[in-house]
């Protein structure tokens, strides 16, 4: 039986099952190899659905997926939804990529930055980001004492070489780069640069993903440019601010990026700007979080309690009061005071 099959792989895969019940023949050895072998070929695959792998199975791309969960669950960010699907969707179906996919996030907090990552592992990995492909680092928790620089850099290095040898498809987000100690990211150059292999380990079918308040400020002026000349948002294109972004913080100390090697070499192969929330924004993302705890057994989506959360929020500039200050990031504890 099947059952019986699985207890022998355990006994021949297991040293502590082993051991329990040797001295064992070599004839007998030979024999349960056999059989296993023999269950093997007819069900081959049946161990991967039991524990996640980095096959198939596991890691698939979800291209339809990813365009809707952006075009439903993601307000205010045209220049963002596009740039995200293009370049997830021809990096993704390319079986021999130069290099590993870059992405640089960029703008306010509570503008979607940590949630668009969440959306691309959720359509690549079975996992999402409970995958053991998806590793995240955040700067303030992995990389908060300046003098332990060199540590963090040899510690970097070691960690993304060893769960790309054992995934080419691993994703690694990088948060709060604003915070991140000036040249540590370099540390990683290598990685991401077109190299076919490095020591024996191919890094282009990799994506890393860094996530940054950084250039902020540009992106808010823009907007606020446009809205004051009576121009709709959704007029704003990457060319108005990918420059003046990437050079931002290339020239900002104070950043993860301060004259990085990653900018400098051109090595991101997008900065994705995440644009200001304005009221409209921030009710529609009430309206997503009462739809899902609807699902959830709650009561259904409300829109006056959705004006409501939107209006207690607080919005700059003072006088025109545009866009939040806080984006849709305390939308969630918001909705628990009011339900």
Not at 274 to 287: N, R, T, W
Request: with cysteine; hydrophobic share 40%; glycine share 6%.
């Amino acid at each position: 039986t099947v059952a019986g099959y699985l207890l022998l792989f355990l006994v021949l895969v297991c040293p502590g099952v082993t051991v329990a019940i040797e001295p064992i023949s070599t004839t007998i050895a030979v024999g349960m190899a056999a059989a296993l072998t023999g269950f093997l070929a007819r069900y081959q695959n049946i161990f991967y659905y039991f524990h996640e792998c980095c096959r198939p199975e596991w890691i698939s791309f979800n291209k339809t997926g990813l365009k809707t969960d952006l075009d439903s669950k993601l307000f205010g960010q045209h220049l963002a939804s596009r740039i995200i699907l293009r370049a997830v969707s021809g990096f993704m179906s390319n079986d021999n990529p130069k290099k590993p996919l870059v992405l640089s996030l960029h703008g306010w907090t509570g503008t979607g930055k940590n949630f668009v990552s969440q959306l691309i592992a959720e359509n690549i990995y079975k996992e999402g980001m409970n995958s053991k492909f998806v590793h995240v680092f955040t700067s303030t928790l992995h990389f908060p004492h300046p003098s332990l620089i060199s540590t963090y850099k040899s510690q970097l290095q070691q960690w993304i070489k060893g769960n790309v040898s054992n995934c080419e498809r691993s994703m690694f987000i990088f948060d709060e780069m604003d915070k991140m100690h000036p040249g540590l990211i370099d540390s990683i150059k290598p990685y991401l640069d077109y190299y076919d292999k490095l020591d024996g380990v191919s890094y282009r079918k990799s994506i890393f993903i860094f996530l940054s308040n950084a250039g902020g400020e540009r992106i808010v002026e823009t907007a606020l440019d446009f809205w004051r000349g009576g121009r709709a948002r959704e007029e704003i294109e990457l060319k108005d601010l990918e420059t003046s972004v990437s050079l931002s913080i290339f020239n900002n100390e104070n950043s993860g990026f301060f004259r990085t090697s990653l900018i400098d070499k051109n090595l991101v192969d997008f900065f994705v700007p995440f644009l200001p929330l304005e009221y409209s924004h921030v009710v529609q993302c009430a309206m997503a979080e009462m739809k899902i705890r609807a699902s959830e057994g709650e009561g259904p989506p409300d829109l006056d309690v959705a004006n409501q959360v939107a209006k207690d929020l607080v919005y700059f500039p003072k006088t025109e009061r545009v866009f939040s200050v806080k984006g849709c990031k305390t939308i969630e504890s918001k909705l628990d005071y009011y339900s």
